[in-house]
């Protein structure tokens, strides 16, 4: 007899159910993304115990037939896909034609449908799988889909479902996030004692943020300013087709000031053309944004929203369709994370002396009491904060470069900074230190991608003739990052530990970092240097042999071009060496071997798929670190006052490029506090 045999009809529904229903949110998920695809406008959900009794979604969408409504119950029916080409650019949210008949085969279904162009509809009524019955009915246009007594006939799947409160969260928080990812929909939702969610269509994001969450919500929270960009391939990826015009990704949402924190990510939301996703690759990008600005183990509270074209992302590789894959998956993980980072360099308070208070812990249903509360509380309830953005693709312009400014530059220097190749041999004074040639004055734009490691995003500039009602809302001081002008005229008093600059202004007293400070200051001459062509590097006295193991001797083979753009002159030796004969200007040849293993390992870690303008930046950051003075290194006034000045004229004087802040900021208002004068 044989041992193999055919699953039954109802036992293979059933497997299918459990891959697609796991509780009650899962059914109105499959109804709800059915109602959108089928292009509804107005979408009320009803709940009943949780959604163990009843889950009923009523639409105005454009409804099915007779014949239609028959066989969308069949396994692996669907309007949606007709041949195998179709998938490689679905373009709706559901796809796979077994939501209807795996809800149907644990509960009581009944549905009712109509086209607008019949004057009758029909309804039609299952009960664990088995067809009840099939009858016209008078019924508007549309569908509605009315599903009871879940798992009523798997007893054994229904005891692992949570109290009808926790179900009902999950509702709630479903339902939320689908009528943020389609402010142009209307979205009820009620049980039988309240309503729980009601949004009239809206023409904005921030519009439904206020309605569902409330102005005080909505005034916390930080806008990602919508961001635009041709996707690029990383350099490990194959190129473009000559003849293939480059997809764009679209990035916007919302998200919230670091000192926001949650102790979990179920505060994180990801939408993939309006598909709610749980994808690693873009939490990844999302905690990167985070990296040296939050504590490990404290996470943010994200909205985020990813357009791109459908045959840029495969969305068939998950049963529940909540996983993604992207053809071009670093270059998306990327330009998220600059877009994130953006956002936070107009979210992030100047560091102060005092603790920041933690995160008020305030329910969101006490913010939008006229929902219910039970939809914001599903949420989150962590307070989230919000800062003006502005649209267009951001640009920051680079000041001068290093040693170009007049009175203490032109005869004092921290370091070596990033130069070309010397036209002149060097000259050496009565000391004997070497006298570099100072390059000429210069300036550049350079794109939020450009500084991917830089800490901090570039500072959003209004577009011509381009509005934003984040943009015309009032700032608050204490939610921007300064300008450099407010630290123009900072005065030295002195160091603290020979490591920290503690300097005074009318904004109050400042302590500055003298390492990361100077590390900002040389990241962004040598990210601007890099971007207008190759860097001369200073040649070692003897050549230093490094021993690579095989990921970094992998991954020095794929970036080796890019080094020596940057001043390395490094040669293979022997099957695993490279004989380094020159490093970056401004690195002692005892640091050299260190930064070059720093610079493979940390492409390593990033599996080596990184785009260019990602591996100039950690380049850069790497050099401008090795390269910038140490703590423990005393500095007179004059030394001291020319690095505030340096300072001063970089874009972001507030990070370093990797994120760590450069100053601290006790006010002249604390100051007065803390002496009882207030």
């Given at each position: 007899m044989s041992r193999i045999r055919i699953l039954a009809e109802n036992v293979a529904n059933r497997i299918a159910a459990g891959e697609v229903v796991?509780?009650?949110?899962?059914?109105?998920?499959?109804?709800?993304?059915?109602?959108?695809?089928?292009?509804?406008?107005?979408?009320?959900?009803?709940?009943?115990?949780?959604?163990?009794?009843?889950?009923?979604?009523?639409?105005?969408?454009?409804?099915?037939?007779?014949?239609?409504?028959?066989?969308?119950?069949?396994?692996?029916?669907?309007s949606k896909l007709r041949t195998t080409d179709d998938l490689l650019s679905i373009a709706t949210l559901g796809f796979r034609g077994e939501a209807l008949p795996s809800i149907a085969s644990v509960s009581r279904l009944v549905l009712e449908t109509r086209t607008t162009e019949e004057e009758q509809g029909t309804r039609v009524e299952f009960a664990g799988g088995k067809l009840v019955s099939v009858k016209p009915a008078g019924v508007p246009a549309g569908t509605s889909i009315s599903v009871a007594d879940i798992f009523y006939c798997v007893p054994a799947r229904r005891k692992f479902l949570k109290s009808e409160t926790t179900e009902l969260g999950h509702i709630a928080s479903l339902v939320t996030h689908y009528?943020?990812?389609?402010?142009?929909?209307?979205?009820?939702?009620?049980?039988?004692?309240?309503?729980?969610?009601?949004?009239?269509?809206?023409?904005?994001?921030?519009?439904?943020?206020?309605?569902?969450?409330?102005?005080?919500?909505?005034?916390?929270?930080?806008?990602?300013?919508?961001?635009?960009?041709?996707?690029?391939?990383?350099?490990?990826?194959?190129?473009?087709?000559?003849?293939?015009?480059?997809?764009t990704i679209r990035v916007s949402g919302f998200t919230s000031r670091p000192e926001v924190q949650r102790t979990n990510r179920n505060g994180i939301y990801i939408f993939v053309n309006r598909r709610l996703v749980r994808d690693r690759l873009l939490l990844h990008a999302i905690s990167e944004a985070y990296r040296n600005i939050v504590p490990p183990g404290v996470f943010p509270m994200v909205l985020l929203?990813?357009?791109?074209?459908?045959?840029?992302?495969?969305?068939?590789?998950?049963?529940?369709?909540?996983?993604?894959?992207?053809?071009?998956?670093?270059?998306?993980?990327?330009?998220?994370?600059d877009a994130l980072r953006q956002a936070l360099s107009i979210a992030r308070p100047i560091p102060g002396f005092r603790a920041a208070a933690a995160a008020a812990a305030t329910s969101l249903s006490a913010v939008s009491p006229q929902n219910g509360g039970s939809a914001a509380a599903a949420l989150g309830s962590d307070a989230i904060s919000t800062a003006g953005a502005v649209a267009g693709p951001p640009r920051a312009?680079?000041?001068?470069?290093f040693g170009s400014s007049t009175g203490l530059s032109e005869n004092f220097e921290l370091s070596g900074a990033p130069a070309r190749p010397f036209p002149q041999r060097l000259t050496f004074d009565s000391g004997g230190a070497v006298n570099f040639p100072v390059p000429q004055p210069q300036r550049y734009a350079v794109t939020a991608v450009t500084l991917a490691e830089a800490g901090v995003g570039c500072m959003p500039v209004q577009a011509s003739g381009a509005t934003s009602a984040a943009a015309s809302a009032p700032v608050p001081s204490a939610g921007s990052l300064p300008g450099p002008e407010e630290i123009l005229d900072l005065k030295p008093l002195g160091q603290v530990n020979a490591s920290f600059i503690v300097a005074v202004n009318g904004e109050g007293l400042w302590i500055i970092d003298q390492h990361v400070a100077h590390e900002r200051v040389l990241f962004e001459q040598h990210l601007r240097a890099?971007?207008?062509?190759?860097?001369?590097?200073?040649?070692?006295?003897?050549?230093?042999?490094?021993?690579?193991?095989?990921?970094?001797?992998?991954?020095?083979?794929?970036?080796?071009?890019?080094?020596?753009a940057n001043g390395f002159e490094a040669e293979p030796m022997g099957a695993r060496s490279v004989a380094i004969q020159a490093a970056p200007a401004g690195i002692a040849s005892s640091d050299a071997e260190k930064l070059l293993c720093e610079i493979l390992d940390g492409i390593v870690r990033e599996n080596q798929a990184i785009s260019i303008d990602s591996l100039q930046s950690k380049i850069a950051a790497s050099t401008a670190c090795h390269a910038?003075?140490?703590?423990?290194?005393?500095?007179?006034?004059?030394?001291?006052?020319?690095?505030?000045?340096?300072?001063?004229?970089?874009?972001?004087?507030?990070?370093?490029?990797?994120?760590?802040?450069?100053?601290?900021?006790?006010?002249?208002?604390?100051?007065?506090?803390?002496f009882k004068r207030i």
């Open positions: 796991e509780r009650p949110a899962s059914v109105v998920k499959e109804l709800l993304e059915n109602a959108l695809d089928a292009g509804a406008r107005s979408i009320r959900i009803e709940v009943e115990s949780g959604g163990k009794q009843l889950i009923r979604v009523v639409d105005d969408g454009c409804g099915m037939n007779h014949d239609d409504a028959l066989l969308a119950f069949e396994r692996h029916a669907t009528a943020l990812a389609h402010p142009d929909r209307q979205f009820l939702l009620k049980t039988p004692t309240q309503e729980i969610l009601n949004c009239a269509p809206v023409e904005k994001l921030a519009d439904r943020v206020y309605q569902i969450f409330g102005s005080q919500a909505l005034d916390e929270l930080t806008e990602i300013p919508p961001n635009e960009s041709p996707m690029r391939t990383a350099i490990t990826e194959a190129q473009l087709d000559a003849d293939e015009q480059a997809a929203f990813l357009d791109l074209p459908c045959k840029e992302v495969d969305v068939n590789v998950h049963p529940a369709k909540i996983e993604v894959r992207f053809r071009h998956p670093q270059f998306v993980h990327d330009f998220t994370r312009e680079i000041p001068e470069p890099r971007r207008e062509g190759e860097l001369g590097g200073q040649r070692l006295l003897m050549p230093l042999v490094v021993e690579l193991n095989p990921r970094q001797l992998a991954t020095f083979e794929q970036i080796a071009e890019e080094l020596h910038a003075i140490k703590v423990n290194t005393p500095l007179d006034s004059t030394k001291m006052e020319w690095l505030l000045g340096e300072l001063a004229k970089t874009e972001y004087p507030m990070s370093c490029p990797h994120g760590r802040p450069v100053v601290l900021r006790y006010s002249t208002r604390e100051i007065e506090r803390a």
